[in-house]
T-cell receptor, first 113, second 108 residues
Framework: KAGVTQTPRYLIKTRGQQVTLSCSPI?????VSWYQQTPGQGLQFLFE???????NKGNFPGRFSGRQFSNSRSEMNVSTLELGDSALYLC????????????FGQGTRLTVV | AQRVTQPEKLLSVFKGAPVELKCNYS??????LFWYVQYSRQRLQLLLR??SRESIKGFTADLNKGETSFHLKKPFAQEEDSAMYYC??????????FGKGTTLSVSS
């Protein structure tokens, strides 16, 4: 079966701009979660969606938001980009949350200049 | 606060040597813990979870609630075990709290 697909793979944006990242989960998976990965902080949880509802949110500013569609595809948006937002953003899908195996995408590398 | 600590950034061993990757956690309640692994140029993937109590690729991990630890062990390391290993804690059934990871380097 097809894995988790994230688009785009690479992005370069300017400070102050906004960006939207997309994640297509494995077919049948209803939970999608997002993580930010940086060399200094490692993998940090952003938020999790299940059946179009946000069930959990990490400790990130309100500039980070997301949504999930009825087909389980998810998007995350970052507004008013800052240099510190440069990171690898990973999406993971699972059947119904963190108690089931999470399958990760290859990530979107965001660079803010 | 819920937290996962992996004290070693890098662990270098020779092929055939035993391996122990350390993981300690802080969690109020009954924890559910995982080990995820990322091989070079591959995606992050599940290696094992404590509730399954199985051995994957020769690796085992035992949850020690008294010491709040979930160390990953393998008796004889192989070169193909070289990878980045992350310990993770299930938070509220919806999020994984990751440690900062340990790079395992196995040389011949």
């Amino acid at each position: 079966k097809a894995g988790v697909t994230q688009t785009p793979r690479y992005l370069i944006k300017t400070r102050g701009q906004q960006v939207t990242l997309s994640c297509s989960p494995i077919s049948g998976h209803r939970s999608v979660s997002w993580y930010q990965q940086t060399p200094g902080q490692g993998l940090q949880f952003l938020f999790e969606y299940f059946s179009e509802t946000q069930r959990n949110k990490g400790n990130f500013p309100g500039r980070f938001s997301g949504r999930q569609f009825s087909n389980s595809r998810s998007e995350m948006n970052v507004s008013t980009l800052e240099l510190g937002d440069s990171a690898l953003y990973l999406c993971a899908s699972s059947l119904d949350g963190a108690s089931t195996e999470a399958f990760f995408g290859q990530g979107t590398r965001l660079t803010v200049v | 606060a819920q937290r996962v600590t992996q004290p070693e950034k890098l662990l270098s061993v020779f092929k055939g040597a035993p391996v122990e990757l350390k993981c300690n956690y802080s969690y109020s309640g009954s924890p559910e813990l995982f080990w995820y692994v990322q091989y070079s140029r591959q995606r992050l993937q599940l290696l094992l979870r404590h509730i399954s109590r199985e051995s994957i690729k020769g690796f085992t991990a035992d949850l020690n609630k008294g010491e709040t630890s979930f160390h990953l062990k393998k008796p004889f390391a192989q070169e193909e075990d070289s990878a980045m290993y992350y310990c993770a804690l299930n938070q509220a059934g919806t999020a994984l709290i990751f440690g900062k990871g340990t790079t395992l380097s196995v040389s011949s």
